[in-house]
């Protein structure tokens, strides 16, 4: 999976669980990270869009897909949300812009201006969205 989002500039389909049991898709940068607490491989991924995270904080689960050509593979998983919004017991506020960074970084972004990534970030309220493995599958 990993290698495959690698390949696309990091780009996977995020798909979460709508109240009313539709599903809610986007396209979104991710990678594969340690877990800030425990130190697991998760694939993680950034977002603030009000529709994914107020899924997210209802539902906790995700399915992740990643393709190249016709070569696709989902990670189906577990969700915990790290944000100024979300605090996760473990991770202390001042260590988010860098987690932040750290998957931004996975995915394969660079940035000449990390102070202004993190203004960024921060401005938005943005929030890492680590995604621990319980399903995956491919062709």
């Known amino acids: 999976m990993f290698a495959l ?3 696309e500039q990091g780009l996977v389909v995020v798909a979460t669980a709508r109240a009313d049991g539709t599903i809610q898709s986007s396209v ?30 209802r539902r ?4 992740v897909t990643a393709r190249s ?11 915990e949300i790290v944000g100024p919004d979300d605090p996760l017991p473990g991770v202390a506020e001042d260590r988010i812009p860098g987690l932040l960074r750290d998957i931004f970084t996975s995915a394969g972004g660079t940035h000449d201006d990390w102070d202004e990534f993190d203004a960024v970030m921060a ?17």
């Open 28 to 57: 979104v940068n991710g990678g594969l990270i340690p877990h800030p607490v425990t130190g697991e491989q998760v694939f993680a991924f950034v977002t603030y869009g009000p529709a994914k995270l107020g899924n997210l904080r």
């Open 60 to 63: 906790p689960w995700t399915a």
């Open 69 to 79: 050509g016709w070569r696709w593979a989902t990670v189906e998983g577990t969700v």
């Open 5 to 7: 989002c690698a390949g």
């Open 123 to 139: 401005r938005d309220r943005r929030a890492a969205v680590l995604v621990t493995p319980t399903r995956i599958y491919s062709n």
